[in-house]
């Protein structure tokens, strides 16, 4: 039995910046897994990817983080373009991989199931139900808000979600998707939204401007914690979710896991691809820029 087992697709992706072009695997499968490596928790990443990037789960396992891999035809491609501000991001689809099935989770055991679609066709809605009588469901739900047209990435509806959120533990989306999935302008509605269709925790992100995580009609605000240079903002959110998950498993209570969460992912921004400190380089960052 894992603590924690994420699931999606590892992504070969174009970083595009006013600084620099860089090219990386990506996808919450890696930032989240990377961000999981050296805290004190048992995990496994179940991903799909295409021959050809087959290196990208080589690596992984020569981290020591552990990766259950089923072949696909294509492996997602990316390309992410980031304006000055870094909050502010275009994107774009060049290929997608095969979605996961029910087979290749059943022989997995874990507290908490992450699931980190990419696009909408990633997990089935049947899935997610069958799923949920194996352990709670966590939700990165930007994928099944992104409409393909020409390769461009734009923000649409999730058809299922009425049927789907019921078995959503922990949902975590920024406030444009948030807007997009719950049809509500404002984040109060917008998560009140959420919790009647059965999600038990909003987090909603929101960049520079930290935070709010809902729960039991309760909010919680959460600050950002900024670094004084931003290098890389690709992978936040995973990064923040790898942090939440892992002091909610292990007792923390909301406000306490969220700001973790945000100090993690403040101090992933201090260098380009996926955050690679420990836990307790979390606590000093966070420590130093206590308000």
């Known amino acids: 039995m894992y603590d924690i087992c994420c699931v999606g697709h590892i992504t070969s ?22 961000a999981m490596n050296k805290l004190d928790v048992s995990y496994v990443l179940v991903t799909a990817l295409g021959e050809a990037e087959m290196q990208y789960v080589t690596n992984l396992r020569a981290k020591g983080i552990e990766v259950k891999v089923q072949p696909s035809k294509h492996t997602v491609i990316f390309e992410n373009i980031y304006a000055k501000n870094q909050d502010e991001r275009t994107q774009n689809v060049l290929q997608i991989a095969d979605p996961f099935t029910m087979e290749q989770l059943q022989q997995v055991d874990a507290k908490v199931f992450h699931l980190g679609p990419l696009l909408a066709d990633d997990f089935s809605t049947g899935l997610i139900k069958t799923l949920s009588a194996k352990g709670r469901i966590a939700l990165d739900v930007q994928g099944y808000l992104r409409k393909v047209i020409n390769q461009k990435v734009y923000l649409t509806n999730w058809p299922d979600k ?4 019921q078995y959503i533990d922990i949902l975590k989306a920024d ?17 009140k939204f959420l919790a009647d269709l059965g999600v038990k925790e909003a987090v909603i992100t929101n ?18 914690y900024r670094p004084k240079t931003v290098v890389d ?10 942090g939440y998950l892992y002091r909610r498993i292990k007792g923390a209570g909301l406000q306490q896991s969220g700001e973790f969460a945000a100090a993690m992912a403040g101090l992933k921004t201090t260098s380009p691809g996926p955050f690679n400190g420990t836990e307790d380089d979390v606590l000093n960052f966070l ?4 308000r």
Do not use: R, W
């Not at 960049?207 to 950002?224: H, K, L, N, Q, T």
């Not at 903002?233 to 790898?242: F, N, Q, R, S």
């Not at 420590?287 to 206590?290: F, K, M, W």
């Open 207 to 224: 960049g520079s401007m930290g935070s709010v995580i809902f729960s039991d009609g309760v909010f919680y605000e959460i600050p950002a």
């Open 233 to 242: 903002a690709t992978g936040c959110g995973d990064t923040y979710m790898a």
């Open 162 to 165: 009425s049927i789907a959120l």
């Open 175 to 191: 406030v444009a998707e948030l807007a997009a999935l719950s049809g509500y302008k404002t984040l109060n509605d917008g998560v």
């Open 287 to 290: 420590a130093g820029n206590q």
């Open 13 to 34: 992706d174009k970083i595009v910046n006013t600084q620099t072009v860089m090219h990386m695997p990506g996808g919450t499968a890696l930032y989240f897994s990377c």
